[in-house]
């Protein structure tokens, strides 16, 4: 079965930096994209930030030039590197894995909690 395993959140003052990660385990045959999603109270699950498999990055207006996402296909891992954090960034943020070759099938991790609080 598939895994996805976050850390790396926390508490941090705004204007602060924090990187997640999110290890892949299981047995896959293609990786299509993975990503990271995230959900404050109160509020939708919204895009923050994915990365193809050839490397083509999208982000969320609000996050871009601020977070950076890449990946290590040899280590099966996604990071999320997010810089100048604002109280607004605070919410649960959930790792994203989209796998297949004729089927596609979509996968969550447990989410890390990111607060940024003074």
């Known amino acids: 079965q598939v895994q996805l395993v976050e850390s790396g959140g926390g508490l941090v003052q705004p204007g602060g930096s924090l990187e997640l990660s999110c290890a892949v385990s299981?047995?896959?045959?293609?990786?299509?994209?993975m990503g990271w999603y995230r959900q404050a109270p109160g509020k939708q699950r919204e895009l923050v930030a994915t990365v193809s498999g050839g490397g083509n990055t999208k982000y969320q207006p609000s996050v871009e030039g601020r977070f950076t996402i890449s990946r290590d296909n040899a280590k099966k891992m996604v990071y999320l590197q997010m810089g100048n954090l604002k109280p607004e960034d605070t919410a649960v943020y959930y790792c994203?894995?989209?796998?297949?070759?004729?089927?596609?099938?979509?996968?969550w991790g447990q989410g890390t909690q990111v607060t940024v609080s003074s």
């Open positions: 299981g047995k896959i045959i293609t990786i299509y994209d």
């Open positions: 994203y894995l989209r796998v297949g070759v004729i089927t596609v099938s979509d996968y």
